[in-house]
């Protein structure tokens, strides 16, 4: 049972070292039980490696943690018991069909014939696979496969579910469809620790987001946190008479108190503004001067902003050498291989 019921994942200083490359470089998280949280992070950023120690698959070479309370290095088995992981890739056996799959699992999971079964043809249906159901995984496309996976990791619904990157590949349908379980597990009790390159993905889902490049922790919060620590939200102007421009924009300076920015060719003006309240006083300003708005719009920075603010580099951008190092040196892959 767990000892904590607040805190699904307290981790402190995690550090994992592949050779020269300090893969993980002192990560802290904490997840509230109950919740989703959001890794964020280009390749290569130490989202997996993290993922990975926290599910005992890797031993931490510095920084202590624990799930509900157990410690990872002290009570393993433990831990094992109220986690669930889904990594980038399937783990399921293609020489099956979708259905001998996930009975298979679901017996292991210790469900009965019949359960397992009932168990099979309900995640079939979720998932979109029913039609499916009797076809040899050979035969499935990659996206099939990926579904299949993440069903198979929700047989047994445990407490705390790492879900790396778990719609890499996946068209928008069955994406869209992923993130609606995703809530459903959350709805239903389990917490959710998510690992994505996917800036979308986060902001729709994660209750808080921690954005990791190379190996540490940059900037954590919710995802309005995150914006409005890169800047105040952004007032878009378009006029049905660019001859009204330069009148608007002293109209602008006059009631938020902003310069603003011209682009002529567009006719459009774009003022910084703290307060989105003061819009009103704005368009109540621009009628009485006869000044008439064709196009208006207040816009939050997007995550990918708070990304290239935080990193200087897109959160999509391929981070191909700290790779290239983590395998040279040996990577998750292979020390993985030696832990069994």
Not at 199 to 215: N, T, Y
Request: hydrophobic share 40%; proline share 4%; aromatic share 4%.
């Amino acid at each position: 049972m767990p000892k904590s019921t607040e805190w699904a994942v307290e981790a402190h200083g995690l550090v994992k070292v592949f050779g020269d490359n300090r893969a993980v470089d002192g990560v802290d998280l904490s997840v509230r039980t109950g919740t989703v949280y959001g890794v964020l992070g280009p390749n290569g950023a130490g989202k997996t490696t993290t993922i990975r120690m926290l599910a005992t698959l890797l031993k931490p070479d510095g920084g202590d943690a624990t799930i509900f309370g157990h410690d990872i290095r002290r009570e393993p088995q433990i831990v094992r018991q109220l986690i669930g992981v889904t990594g980038q890739y399937a783990s399921v056996d293609e020489t099956l069909s979708a259905t001998e799959n996930l009975v298979l699992f679901s017996r292991l999971n210790g469900l009965s014939r019949a359960d397992s079964r009932r168990k099979s043809a309900e995640l079939l249906e979720e998932f979109g696979l029913t039609e499916a159901a009797k076809r040899p995984l050979k035969n499935f496309s990659g996206g099939m496969r990926r579904r299949l996976d993440l069903a198979a990791s929700l047989i047994s619904q445990p407490p705390l579910i790492f879900l790396d990157e778990p719609t890499t590949g996946l068209d928008p349908r069955t994406r869209s469809q992923m993130w609606d379980t995703i809530r459903r597990l959350v709805a239903t009790g389990s917490t959710v620790l998510l690992t994505t390159q996917y800036l979308d993905e986060a902001d729709q889902l994660a209750d808080r987001i921690a954005v990791i490049d190379r190996g540490i922790v940059v900037a954590e919060g919710t995802a309005t946190e995150l914006k409005n620590s890169v800047g105040s939200a952004s007032l878009l102007l378009k006029l049905a008479d660019a001859a009204n421009l330069q009148r608007a924009r002293l109209a602008i300076l006059d009631v938020l108190g902003v310069e603003s920015v011209l682009t002529p060719e567009a006719g459009r003006i774009t003022a910084p503004m703290s307060d989105p309240d003061t819009v009103t006083d704005l368009l109540l300003r621009l009628r009485e001067e006869g000044i008439a708005v064709a196009e208006l719009s207040v816009q939050q920075p997007t995550l990918d902003e708070v990304f290239l603010a935080l990193t200087g580099h897109s959160a999509t951008e391929e981070e191909a050498a700290d790779a290239a190092k983590a395998a040279a040196a040996g990577g998750p892959e292979r020390e993985l291989e030696d832990a069994r």
